[in-house]
């Protein structure tokens, strides 16, 4: 889909870089709201270190 076919190699692993990111960043995000939502719905634990730093 190129024009210039010396280009192409660079455009490739370029793209291959963006897309591994946006995985990534997919898979983080996730996890990361997956383990949100069982602290939120888990009963309170008095050890402060699974609660958000955004809630207080």
């Known amino acids: 889909a190129s ?3 010396a280009a192409a190699p660079l455009a490739t692993a370029c793209w291959v870089v963006v897309l591994a990111t946006y995985l990534a960043d997919i898979a ?3 996890r990361a709201g997956a383990a949100q939502a069982r602290a939120r719905t888990a009963p309170p634990s008095p050890s402060p270190s699974n609660t958000g730093g ?3």
């Open 3 to 5: 024009q210039a076919p």
């Open 28 to 30: 983080l995000m996730a």
């Open 54 to 56: 955004l809630r207080g």
